[in-house]
Structure formats: C-alpha cells, structure tokens
C-alpha cells in the first residue's frame, strides 16, 4: 500500500521535461490527465489502430468543451493526429487568442494491447510523441492516395453529407474521424471545389454535442429565406447519433464555414433505433420542402413549408426492393418527368456489403407510387465500392450530380492505406433512359471530369488516367504491371453482360472479401467504353449511361500496360 501510494505521488508530480511541455499526471492504473501549456494551436496525439478506444474529455478552466475517443499507442505509433486547441479555446471562450487551461482527462481502455500485463500509464508508447504544436503535417504519406478523387488529409471518412452548390463552388461535407482512420468521432469534415477535382479542406463544420456524433445528413440553399435564417442560407439536416438517433438542424450565414445550431433541436424523432439520413428537397408542384429519412425497412416522407415544423406524410418501401440489409442515406429527384428514390443498403449488395439501389415512380409530394415490382432491385453501380451516393443541392443547370463514398464496410476499415482511409467516388451525373419497356438511371461521370483529361490521346497508362475503348463486340480490356498484378474487364456483347475482375489486382490479402469479379448489365450493346484510372480505383462507364462499375485496387506499382482484345483503346492523361 505504501510503495502504491508513493508510486501515485511520484508519477502525479512528474512533469515534461521542457519548460512549455504539456504536464502529465497519472491518476491511477487506467487514468491520467495532461495539462495543455496555453498559446499551442494542436495538441499531437500518437495512435496505435490495433487498440481499443481510449475516452478522452478536454476541458477549459474546469469546463467540458469536447469529449472524444482515440487509439493512443501503447507499444507503437502507427501515425499522430492533432487535437485542435485553438478550436477548443474558440469553443469556450469565443475567440482563438484568448486565455484559458486546457485539462485533457483521459480514460484509458485496458482491455487489450498489454498482453503481458499492465503496463504502467506512463510507458505507454504515446507520451514519446505527444507533444504542442503549430503546425500538423499533412504531407501526404500514401502512395495509394489518389489524384484526381476527393480524401480527407488525413483520417477515416464515409459518406458524403450535406452537399450543395453555390456561387460557383461545390460544397462537399463528409462523415469524418478527426482522431483517427478509423470509423469513430463522427463530424462533419468540409471540403469545397471550383472544379470537382480539386479539393480544399475547410475544416470541421459540425461537430458532435449533447445529442450526440453527427451522422449523415443534407444542406439546402434556403434562397426564399423560408427558414427566417436569411437569403441564401445554408440550412443542414444530420442526424444525431447519442443515446438514440434524432434529427437535428444546424444553419450557416457563412456558406457552410460555420454553423450554429439550432436552439430547438432535436427536430424529428423516432421510436425506432434506425431513423436517420435526412435529406431535404424543394418540391415545386406543392411548394413545400420534402425530408425523406430512412427508418431501417423504409422510408418516410415529411413536408415543411420553414425548414423548422414537419409534417409527417407517408411511409414507402416495406414491400419494395432489397431488404437484407438496413436501409440507410435515401435520396429523391425528378428526372425526365418521373421520380427516383436512391436508397443505400447495408449489407445486401449484389457482391456483398454495402451498394446503392434505387426505385422508379413518381411523387406527388405525399406519397411515393413505384411502377417497379415489388420485388425487382435497380442497382445504381454494380461495383464493390460504390455506396452512400446522394446529390448534391442546387446544382447549376437543373443537374442531378452526385458523389459516392468508394468503399464497402465489409473492409473500409482494413484498406491498406493508414494516413487517411476512403475516397469518394469522382461526381457523376444521373439522367434516365428506357430498355425493354422500363426505366433505369443512367450514369455518366460529370463534365467537370472529362474537362481534367488531356484532349487528345497521350498513349502511355498512368496512375491518373482515363482509357476510352471502343468496343465492336466481346472484348477484354488487360490492365496490368510487371508484377503480374493485372485487372481484367471482359465484355460479352451476346449476354449484354460486363465484368471487372480484381482478384489478382495487387494487394488483396486484407479482407477474404475483397477479391472479387463484379458483374454489370449493359442493357443491350454499349459501344464507348470508358476506364477511369487514379493510384487505388479503377471505375468504369459505358460512354451511354448504361453501366457504373465503381472498384478500388491496390497495386504495388501502377498497371503501365493496357492490353485490348477485341477493341481500341485510347489513353487520356489527366491535364491539369
Ligand atoms: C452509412 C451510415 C449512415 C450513418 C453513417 C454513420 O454508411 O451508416 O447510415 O449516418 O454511415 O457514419
């Protein structure tokens, strides 16, 4: 008891050894604090993935601002993330340069990473990087990024959120894990483009409070001012993931910058644990804005006429579609007079996992009538990593663009990259065409990407590419590298049938579920084939509309040779 005690009081006095460091007191054998010197703008913080989650609560003078969980290494450092400080001294205290004693108490999760034993707190590998800073170095580390698709600088990230286009910028916000790549901590990242292809990170727009994480969501312009916020307001819709899952409301003055939230949240309930996903559109034959949410089998449709008070309208899909796994990120639109529900599934894809149906009908601004059999399911792409696709609001031209998260949560998590995990998809645009009597969406990849490619052919396959194949009849389209690790597409014009192998596309071992073929429709003859190639994606589009096939590779180096049975290929390089 006494060497107990004598050990506590040594290790609660020990301090950093630089007269700025941060202090570290441990408390006892699974809990310590760190008292933050103040004028740093982060506090670096050492991860080890294969731990489990530690709980850590920042407070400024004595106050709770921000509660979190994080990997801290206990016998590796696998990479570091910042704790923004700044941020957390603006949170209480209104403004970045003032004053204030960060305390940051951390409970440690000792269940696994000592096999030995316990080690004691302060062996634990994290405290050799711990440390205050200006800066966070964001210097990609990857070789896998890619070049010309959207990832977050650094850590884990799933769907996209809340995406709307204003003043001649694309506003992409994204479910994101500040604290690690893993899926935890959920937060609205920010990322706006004049292009489609070139990304800026502004940061994190909405994060987590009392009513919990902030899940996958919507933003409209409100430009009517019919929420009373102001013209061009940007109005958000998430869900927030506490105790249970509610929607919540948050607005922007600022063009999605900063958000404050509103007062009289949570806006929409639910007895059911799944409810969530808002996303909000206008209806014009009814002048009212629509919310269509999932709640785990189905859909439900609300109206508004201020953002603020809904009305419950109908319920739709029970009956409908796949069902095998929980229906989550739904979206609706108008195309060419009729209505499509995009509705993501998890698991129940048609290779397995995670994949994007949708259904055809039309909306009168209550109810949803399918002219689909109950039991027919649409696939939006017939790819592996193809998944939580919404539009975005507003965008110019009447268009109905829209952004994939390019993965799958059978192995998100297990992808060979660790500086940042996931991509998104590059934009596409939706229109509709008919075959054999029924209506499908057609894909094709937004003019904003095409506009990035070389005008005219360059001849050699690169990391960031796009190969155009015109097709005549059955072809196979070989990419490969001098490893031998190849991606075979195989076309059969007779069975209208498109295929894409990975199994022996490079680095493959991570997860038993990640070397597969994938098996599209071509909804008769396609003629213009088109591969998009970046560092750890290969996406493929007939140049119609008619096929989407959205996969993610690892190959060790880039596939340089394209070989082509049964067709011409043309490889365009990216130009800017
Ligand atoms: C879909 C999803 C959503 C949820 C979010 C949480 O991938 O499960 O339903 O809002 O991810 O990150």
Request: glycine fraction near 8%; charge should be neutral.
């Amino acid at each position: 008891m006494k060497y107990l005690k004598l050990f506590f009081t040594i290790c609660a006095l020990a301090v950093f050894s630089a007269a700025n460091a941060q202090e570290l007191l441990v408390l006892s054998e699974n809990h310590a604090m760190l008292r933050i010197p103040a004028g740093h703008k982060y506090l670096l913080m050492p991860v080890e993935e294969s731990q489990e989650y530690d709980y850590i609560r920042v407070s400024v003078d004595n106050k709770l601002v921000k509660e979190l969980n994080c990997k801290l290494a206990v016998n590796k450092i696998d990479y570091t993330v910042p704790l923004n400080l700044a941020r957390v001294i603006k949170e209480e205290k209104g403004s970045e340069d003032a004053k204030g004693e960060i305390v940051i108490d951390i409970t440690f999760n000792r269940s696994t990473g000592n096999p030995g034993g316990r080690m004691p707190i302060r062996n634990f590998a994290c405290w050799k990087g711990t440390k205050v800073s200006n800066t966070f170095d964001i210097t990609n580390r990857e070789k896998w990024r890619p070049v010309y698709h959207h990832t977050p600088n650094y850590g884990w990230m799933n769907d996209p959120n809340g995406m709307f286009y204003k003043d001649g910028i694309w506003h992409l916000f994204f479910q994101f894990n500040p604290y690690g790549s893993q899926w935890e901590n959920m937060t609205w990242g920010h990322s706006t483009s004049k292009d489609l292809i070139h990304w800026n990170y502004e940061g994190e727009a909405i994060e987590r409070d009392a009513f919990g994480t902030i899940f996958s969501g919507s933003s409209v312009v409100d430009t009517s001012n019919t929420a009373g916020f102001g013209k061009g307001a940007i109005i958000s819709y998430y869900t927030s993931a506490g105790q249970s899952q509610t929607q919540s409301m948050a607005y922007s003055t600022d063009n999605g910058k900063t958000f404050t939230k509103y007062a009289a949240n949570p806006v929409l309930t639910s007895e059911i644990p799944d409810f969530r996903d808002p996303k909000i559109i206008w209806h014009e034959a009814t002048k009212r804005w629509i919310l269509i949410l999932a709640e785990k089998t189905h859909v439900k449709f609300y109206s508004s006429t201020d953002l603020k008070n809904w009305t419950f309208e109908s319920n739709f899909g029970e009956e409908y579609g796949n069902h095998d796994g929980v229906w989550e990120c739904p979206d609706i639109f108008e195309i060419n007079g009729k209505w499509f529900i995009l509705l993501n599934i998890n698991p129940g894809g048609p290779f397995g996992g995670s994949a994007t149906q949708y259904f055809v009908g039309d909306f009168d601004g209550h109810k949803f009538t399918c002219e689909d059999e109950p039991t027919e399911t649409k696939w939006l792409d017939y790819g592996r990593d193809h998944y939580a696709t919404v539009s975005f609001n507003n965008a110019p031209d009447g268009r109905i663009v829209v952004i994939p998260w390019m993965s799958n949560w059978q192995y998100a998590a297990q992808v060979p990259t660790k500086q940042y995990r996931s991509a998104n998809g590059i934009p596409r645009d939706l229109s509709s065409f008919d075959y054999k009597g029924e209506t499908y969406l057609s894909v094709k990849p937004s003019k904003e990407v095409y506009a990035a490619f070389s005008k005219k052919a360059t001849g050699h396959l690169s990391n960031a590419c796009r190969v155009d194949v015109q097709l005549k009849g059955n072809a196979t389209i070989t990419l490969s590298n001098s490893k031998g690790e190849q991606v075979v597409i195989s076309y059969n014009a007779k069975n209208e049938k498109i295929s894409m192998d990975r199994t022996k596309s490079g680095e493959v071992g991570f997860s038993a579920e990640f070397p597969v073929v994938t098996t599209s429709p071509t909804y008769g003859k396609i003629k213009t084939l088109q591969i998009f190639i970046d560092s750890s994606s290969i996406e493929i589009f007939d140049a119609a509309g008619k096929v989407a096939m959205t996969n993610i590779v690892f190959p060790t180096e880039p596939y340089n040779i394209v070989k082509v049975k049964g067709g011409k290929a043309k490889v365009f390089n990216l130009a800017k």
